[in-house]
């Protein structure tokens, strides 16, 4: 099996071959792979963001949101494009930085400049602009339908470049006699890409039902249709999420939405050290869902004891650890309807 955001990145590829092979071949080629490895980071982080949600960020859902007859768009879509777009144009513009584009270098416009009081810009800038640029040429590409999902996918993956940009930071370097720091050179450059899909995270939550005229088309006139869709997007700043749909129950399963339910998840517990948001995981994926905690013992052998031995070795002892973990599981283990009465008592409970 391909690893995690090929198989989106295969599909785009696909597409984009017939978009630019005849243009512009070169181009395509060069890019190409760093937009493959920039998907890949941004699924990557959303596995990471989701991963004591419901729904966890599974494989099929750029898909099915971009090319299917069945595709949605739901508040954990727009999420998914979002980050996708960000992941790409954050590769491409690092890619940039290091050099590995011939036609492509630091953003230099305004070195030598001053900045603030006690600073000048200098050093390397990354180049925002191209990253955005060459983005939103390959991801944009993959909406090609004409309608408000296409719309409100592009509003997203806008929204998710936006948070590469408001995620950079100022960097700076001291100068002046024996490290007094009398002037500085600073530059801007991107935030770990864990704080982008940070910052996305919180626009999840915060994102906005599209609330489109429910008149079906009088005659199908798309003029008609995109008005409909320029009216629903009023007053929607750029950088704020947006979906049409309301989200499915993610604790079952729904083949049709590609999702496996919240049976059989792990959730954490028990340790006094966790965050309010760990803590609550077992009562968000399994509780919530009306479904009980089981309890595994399970042997995790590590090395241990290690010594060094001169030379040049390290030996070390296998230990082994019984480590508790806890999943969701179906009352009785089966796949019996859930009891609404003791799905209630038993979540005020917990
Ligand atoms: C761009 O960067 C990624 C990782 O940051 C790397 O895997 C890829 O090879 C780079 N692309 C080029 C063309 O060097
Ligand atoms: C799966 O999700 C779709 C879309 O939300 C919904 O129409 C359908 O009823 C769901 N199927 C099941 C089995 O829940
Ligand atoms: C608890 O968290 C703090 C800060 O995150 C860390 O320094 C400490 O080692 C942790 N303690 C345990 C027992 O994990
Ligand atoms: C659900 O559980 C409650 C309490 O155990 C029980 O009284 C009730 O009859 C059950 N309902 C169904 C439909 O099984």
Known sequence: TPPAGLSVVYFSVHFLILQYFLSDPQAFLTYASSVQVGAQSGIHECKHQFALEKWNCPERTLQMSTHNTLRTATRETSFVHAISAAG???????NCSMG????CGCDDSKIGQTGGRGWIWGGCSDNVAFGEKISKQFVDALEDGHDSRAAVNLHNNEAGRLAVK???????????????????TCWMQLADFREVGNYLKKKHEQAKKLE??????RSGNSADNRGAIAHGFRGIPRTELIFLEDSP??????HSMGFQGT????CLKGNKNMSQWERKSCRRLCYECG??????????VSSCNCKFHWCCTVRCDKCTQVVTKYYCAGKDGGRKPHNKTKRRHRGRRQ
Do not use: W
């Open 88 to 94: 790409v144009m954050y590769t491409l513009t690092k």
């Open 100 to 103: 590995d584009f011939d036609n």
């Open 166 to 184: 408001s995620t950079m930071r100022r960097a700076c370097k001291c100068h002046g006699v024996s490290g007094s720091c009398s002037i500085q």
């Open 212 to 217: 489109m005229d429910k008149k079906p088309a």
């Open 249 to 254: 129950d993610y604790c079952v399963k729904n």
């Open 263 to 266: 049976e059989g998840r792990e």
């Open 291 to 300: 479904l009980r905690v089981v309890e595994k013992r399970i042997e995790v």
